[in-house]
């Protein structure tokens, strides 16, 4: 019987996070999502997803998260699995070609005269997902760790910014942070940049913002100097329900400011103002090619990796 394929809307969110669920059980995918969350990511990011229903069951799904086209290019992000029990009917390369194919017709509509990046993830070791990827298209680019640090007993290192000012994060600064988020990874080999309204979304409004738990650092004349952001989600990295997760989206330094000890000092003062607040555990991202060796920044202050994830791409030049 062939499936019934069909955009998702906010009716469906307890059928994905319910599929979502189920595919997390069988394997890490860092992407499960919440019924509230499913609804926010639709209304924040204009994320467009589909889902293959069989007998009236979710069973699968894929989409895409675009970016907003920057000034050489653009990243989109193509996302979606299947559920553990249905693995060999096809599903994968019906949704995966389906999102691809979605992914670049929204390109051809918005930018069609920029290059387009299209990026998707699997997890290290999965062959089939390997095999899967390669035949739409997809090449290896770079690797993602999963870390995690276990608050308990963890021995943090004093707080020491001298010459500059801690500044709990506000609404009233997020443009500020925006630009100044911009600017710390525009030596970053892949894009960082948001748009006013993503950026407000996801780091103001959204229900797994923590500002009790951002903050910033500023120099005399009032200036970012470096950045720490606090999320919790309703599903954590870690996969563990004992007790609290909140995860580091984003820590970053100006350029000009780098060298000082200044990142160490906001991941300390998060991880001692997080236990306070009885938190159990802090999780993160991070690309092992970043520039600034943040792998080893990481494991120094003492996070673990947990999880590989290999991302791939298709990088398509408009014709001419």
Do not use: K
């Amino acid at each position: 019987m062939p499936f019934d394929v069909r955009r998702l809307d906010d009716t469906d969110a307890q059928d994905f996070a319910a599929l979502a669920a189920a595919i997390e059980a069988d394997h890490p995918t860092n992407l499960q999502l919440s019924a509230e969350e499913f609804i926010e990511i639709r209304e924040l990011a204009g994320a467009v997803i589909e889902g293959a229903y069989d007998a009236g069951e979710l069973v699968a799904w894929s989409g895409y998260l675009a970016q907003a086209p920057q000034g050489d290019g653009r990243r989109i992000q193509v996302v979606g699995d299947s559920h553990p029990d249905h693995v060999g009917r096809g599903l994968g390369t019906l949704m995966g070609a389906r999102a691809l194919a979605a992914a670049r017709a929204r390109h051809a509509i918005d930018a069609a005269e920029l290059p387009a990046t299209y990026v998707t993830r699997m997890g290290a070791g999965r062959t089939d997902q390997a095999r899967l990827l390669a035949s739409l298209g997809y090449r290896m680019e770079r690797y993602r760790f999963t870390m995690i640090a276990e608050l308990d007993g963890l021995e943090i290192p004093p707080v020491r910014h001298d010459g500059y000012g801690l500044v709990p994060f506000g609404p009233a600064d997020s443009e500020l942070l925006r630009v100044a988020h911009e600017r710390a990874f525009d030596d970053y080999p892949v894009p960082s940049a948001m748009t006013s309204d993503v950026w407000d979304g996801f780091m103001i409004r959204a229900r797994h913002t923590r500002h009790g738990l951002s903050s910033w650092l500023r120099n005399e004349s009032g200036d970012v100097a470096a950045y720490l952001f606090t999320h919790e989600y309703a599903a954590p990295l870690s996969g563990r329900n004992d007790g609290r997760e909140t995860y580091v989206p984003y820590l970053g330094t100006l350029p000009v400011h780098r060298g000082r000890g200044l990142a160490s000092a906001l991941m300390s003062h998060t991880l001692l103002a997080a236990r306070d607040q009885g938190v159990a555990r802090m999780s993160l991202e991070v690309d092992a090619h970043n520039p600034t060796g943040a792998l080893g920044f990481y494991e120094r202050a003492g996070f673990r990796t947990v999880a590989r994830f290999d991302e791939c791409t298709i990088t398509e030049r408009p014709v001419a």
